[in-house]
């Protein structure tokens, strides 16, 4: 193997362990403005569709203009930047407890850029630059667990017809979603209908629906597949509240909110597919 081939290898092999701690993605703009071309959004929203298999550590987001306008302005303008391009994020299932840094640069020197068209160079520096560092691989450690005492658990209708208050959070265990869909699978539609049946007799409680989205590695439920939209969690929590009120539970009692990809529960990614009910009033 001649010296160049090995070179050739050794580079690639460097590129390939960076590109899996820290990926980049850059967004151009056109001159003194901030709202983002729909081709450079289509390319960003391509981008963060490939994020879905990273478990991503930290998102840093930084913006920066041309160097024409006085610092103040450029500084003002490249803050505008980045923060547009943090509100994309957050509005497509990414978690802003992710993105640690959205700060404006300012300008860009010319003599950064390697290029000798001054225009094109300006063009170049009207830009926000994206780092997604990755966490890395967890070492895999065997813990030899204790066997857990066998306590019965009660199911949701259970808990809904017990004692509650406000501030009570309840899970709809074993009421789950297939990735990428509003609904629930087949095998969830009898107990979905006892605990509408449940809640359709206790008229003292009020509630919220949430909903969510799997958050973990090697997920694709952001978007809903039947719609191509970016709120499949606002979708899932929609989806129960219009089915407790077709059963009949007073649409007054329920409320429903997507909160997106914030609240994982660490364990199989079909748990997080989920929707759970807030108490939120329990009358006498």
Same mark, same amino acid.
């Given at each position: 193997m001649n010296k160049l081939l090995v070179s050739i290898l050794?580079?690639?092999?460097? @590129?390939?362990?960076?590109?899996?701690? %820290? #990926? /980049?993605?850059?967004v151009y703009f056109d001159t003194d403005k901030y709202d983002i071309?729909? @081709? %450079?959004?289509?390319?960003?929203?391509?981008f963060i569709s490939?994020? +879905?298999?990273?478990?991503? %550590?930290?998102?840093?987001?930084?913006?920066?203009?041309?160097?024409?306008? +006085?610092?103040?302005?450029? #500084?003002k303008l490249s803050q505008n930047r980045a923060n547009a391009i943090k509100t994309i994020f957050s509005n497509n299932e990414i978690s802003e407890d992710l993105i640690s840094n959205v700060d404006g640069k300012g300008e860009v020197l010319l003599k950064i850029v390697n290029e000798q068209n001054v225009v094109k160079i300006r063009g170049l520096n009207r830009k926000v630059e994206i780092l997604v560092k990755a966490k890395p691989p967890k070492p895999v450690v065997e813990v030899k667990k204790e066997q857990p005492i066998e306590t019965k658990k009660k199911d949701v209708p259970?808990?809904?017809k017990g004692d509650l208050k406000v501030g009570d959070k309840i899970v709809f265990e074993n009421i789950l979603f297939? @990735?990428?869909?509003?609904q629930v699978i087949p095998e969830s539609k009898k107990l979905l209908e006892s605990i509408a049946n449940v809640l359709v007799e206790r008229k003292d409680i009020y509630f919220t629906i949430q909903g969510h989205v799997c958050c973990t590695q090697n997920s694709r439920d952001a978007v809903d597949r039947k719609t191509n939209l970016r709120n499949l969690s606002e979708a899932r929590a929609q989806y129960i509240y219009d089915y407790f009120a077709k059963k009949g539970v007073d649409k /007054?009692?329920?409320?429903?909110?997507?909160?997106?990809?914030?609240?994982?529960?660490?364990g199989d990614p079909k748990f997080d597919r989920r929707v759970e009910i807030l108490i939120t009033y329990v009358g006498n």
């Open positions: 050794i580079m690639l092999h460097a @590129t390939l362990v960076f590109s899996q701690e %820290e #990926l /980049k993605h850059e071309h729909s @081709t %450079e959004e289509n390319r960003l929203l391509l490939s994020l +879905a298999d990273i478990d991503i %550590e930290s998102i840093s987001i930084f913006g920066f203009c041309d160097d024409r306008g +006085a610092d103040s302005y450029n #500084l259970e808990l809904l297939k @990735t990428g869909y509003s /007054k009692r329920m409320r429903r909110i997507g909160l997106r990809r914030k609240f994982p529960l660490g």
